[in-house]
C-alpha cells in the first residue's frame, strides 16, 4: 500500500509540476530566453514563487510533523561540493542561455506537443551520460 501511495504521490507532484509550467508558459524556449535577454521577468515571479513555497515547506514542515508521511525520518544533506556544483552550473547556464531549455520545462513542453524540444532533452540525456561516465569512479 505505501509503494502504491508513494508512486501516486510522484505521479500527482510531477502532474502539479507540468501544469504549473505550463499554465506560467514556461515550456517555451522564447519566454525563457526573453527572460535572460532582460525583456519579460515572468519567469522570475515563477522562480520566486517555486523558491519560496519550497523554502516555507522544507522550514516548516519538520516542525509540525513527527516523520515525513511517506518515509521513516527527514533526511540531511551534508553540504559539500563547491568545485563540481560551480563547473556544473556554468556548464547548465551556458546551455540554458543557448538554447532556453531545462529539463523540466523540456518535458512539460513535449506533453504540450512542442516536439523541438525532443532535441534539446536528448543533447542533454547525452550530456548527463557522459556526465555520468567520466565520473564513474568518483
Known sequence: ?????YWFTILACGTLF???LSFSNMIQPEVVLSFLRFEDFGLLLVLAAATGTTLIFYQFTPRFLDKPLL????GKKPMETMGRTLTGAVLFGIGWGLCGVCPGPAIAGLGAGNWPLMIALIAMLLGAYVQGRWFAGD
Open 18 to 20: 507540468g501544469l504549473g
Open 1 to 5: 500500500m505505501k509503494t502504491t501511495l
Open 71 to 74: 518515509s521513516d525520518l527527514f
